[in-house]
């Protein structure tokens, strides 16, 4: 159904411990697009982002099978090196987390990991990341504070410009604007639909006006399950699946 | 009325055990300053040959930063496996019960293990090493259940961040989780230095002399402590108790300001901690 997929998800099942969180998850997530995740609390938005970067794993008694396709490799498959997956699929979350370090050291800390560049061009890469996440202007002058100094809303383009400081293909976000004020998520909004020319967007998402406003795409899961995929105009004007509608018109959230 | 008379006498039954700690310490404090009357900046620096202190506290010095430069490396990677790679189960149980348990292990045990172990199998000797392993071990509870507490402080978010960028579990934990959780490391080392500070059994026969020609010159020399000179000069020499007040006041006087930096050192570094508040 959906031409040029970036990631391929094929039978996604995740467990957790007894729990069966993930069934036979299949999609194709296309590139240069804003993906939205979409289902009431429990449905295992944030698990399935999650697995595109492999991130349950580090979740003790996580379990995964089937197959994730980037860039035509196999995530999953045995030789995978994790390290260079995260770096390729950024991941941002529902509660700014920036590390205790300043705003500069958080931008150039992925750059290090990675060895991705060295002394002055540091400085380069600080810029454009934070030009990129519409940051750059409001901290140009106090690099070196703490980036606790940083109010909610840009602690997380601080959090956005630090997933693109290592040269993402993808970037997860999981609600990432969901502990932010209005006006902050407003901006946030606004950056997610410029970053779709370089890079694959999928947002996990509560909010349905937020996911009509951003998105290309929409995947609608209920426990588990995706109950139905496709562009975000026909889903909300043109649900094929009783449930979707019932949760667009707000029966059940 | 009930209520009230009821929470007046709840709050006075809880202030009668403060107060009574209170009159213990300064009735304490009291009994000490009566050395101060021997104390003075001569007495502290000259050697003990002539009637002074100086070996006697600069050989509790050095136990202690040895027994801390022991205990507080191996302290906090303990804590780190314990915290974050130890797998839930019955090994992980037993190394945390056997924790606590030498916590509880009587000082002269630990001082009889030392010898027969540190001194004798592995042929220190009466030695600072000696002392230093020996008291290494009494650190080792606190400084390892201090640092796991200051480590599960940390908010996982950090960690997250970074392994989300494609950092190793190790790099994850060593570039964001114990920077964040040094101070806290660094004042349980210093809690657990004050309180081998005034041991006496634990160092008795594993690394004490009364008198020594001189400082140690290597870790296989004995020292003289403060401790010792009050115990010894007590019991085998039969001394009466104000000659050592003075001894003893010194040696407070060390503990107290250790406590009191680790006090200092812990509200300073909250600043720098905003995701405590």
Redesign the interface.
Same mark, same amino acid.
């Given at each position: 159904m959906i031409d040029g997929a970036k990631i391929d998800i094929r039978n996604l099942n995740v467990w957790f411990g007894e729990k069966h969180v993930l069934k036979d998850v299949s999609l194709k997530i296309k590139d240069n697009a804003v993906t939205a995740v979409m289902g009431p609390s429990g449905c295992g938005k944030t698990t399935l982002i999650r697995a595109i970067n492999r991130m349950n794993d580090v979740i003790a008694g996580s379990r995964t099978s089937g197959e994730i396709y980037i860039g035509g490799d196999n995530i999953y498959d045995s030789n995978t090196n994790v390290y260079e997956l995260r770096r390729k699929v950024g991941m941002v979350f529902q509660k700014p987390n920036p590390l205790p370090k300043s705003i500069y050291e958080n931008v150039t800390f992925g750059p290090k990991i990675h060895k991705m560049a060295s002394g002055k061009s540091f400085d380069e890469i600080v810029e454009e990341s934070l030009k990129e996440a519409a940051l750059w202007n409001e901290v140009k002058d106090r690099m070196h504070d703490s980036a606790f100094s940083l109010s909610g809303g840009q602690q997380q383009r601080l959090c956005i410009a630090r997933a693109l400081a290592v040269k993402p293909e993808v970037i997860l976000m999981d609600e990432p604007c969901s502990a932010l004020d209005p006006a902050a998520t407003a901006k946030i909004e606004q950056l997610i639909r410029t970053l779709t020319e370089d890079y694959t967007v999928i947002i996990v998402t509560h909010n349905m006006q937020q996911a009509a406003r951003v998105s290309d795409f929409t995947v609608f899961l209920y426990l588990g399950k995706v109950i139905e995929y496709g562009e975000t105009k026909r889903i909300f004007e043109n649900p094929e699946n009783v449930l979707t509608e019932k949760y667009i018109t707000g029966e059940f959230g | 009325m009930k209520n009230r008379t009821k929470e007046r006498l709840l709050f006075t039954a809880l202030g009668i055990p403060t107060v009574i700690c209170l009159i213990a310490f300064f009735w304490i404090v009291y009994i000490l300053s009566m050395g101060i009357g021997t104390l003075n900046w001569k007495i502290l620096t000259t050697s003990v040959l002539q009637g002074g202190m100086f070996e006697m506290i600069v050989g509790t010095m050095y136990l202690l930063l040895g027994a801390a430069g022991i205990s507080g490396p191996i302290g906090v990677l303990a804590a780190v496996y314990l915290v974050e790679y130890a797998p $839930?189960g019955k090994l992980t149980r037993i190394i945390d019960q056997a924790i606590n348990n030498l916590a509880g292990v009587p000082s002269i045990v630990i001082g009889l293990f030392g010898y027969t172990f540190f001194c004798t199998q592995l042929g220190l000797g009466i030695s600072l090493a000696a002392g230093w392993l020996t008291l290494a071990l009494m650190m080792l509870p606190i400084v390892i259940r201090g640092s796991e507490e200051a480590i599960k402080m940390v +908010?996982v $978010?950090?960690k997250? *961040? &970074? #392994? &989300? #960028?494609?950092? =190793? %579990?190790w %790099?994850a934990i060593s $570039? =964001?989780t114990l +920077? *964040?959780a040094a101070p806290g490391v660094v004042t349980s080392v210093i809690l657990g230095i004050a309180r081998v500070a005034g041991e006496t059994a634990a160092i008795l026969f594993t690394s004490c002399v009364l008198i020594t020609r001189g400082l140690p010159k290597s870790p296989l020399d004995p020292v003289m402590t403060l401790s010792y000179n009050i115990f010894v000069k007590i019991v085998a020499l039969g001394a009466p108790p104000e000659d050592v007040f003075g001894t003893a006041l010194v040696l407070f006087l060390i503990v107290a300001s250790l406590a009191l930096s680790a006090i200092i050192l812990r509200t300073h570094y909250r600043r720098k901690? +905003?995701?405590l508040r």
């Open positions: - | $839930s +908010p $978010s950090f997250e *961040a &970074a #392994l &989300a #960028l494609g950092t =190793t %579990k %790099k $570039s =964001t +920077p *964040a901690q +905003p995701w």
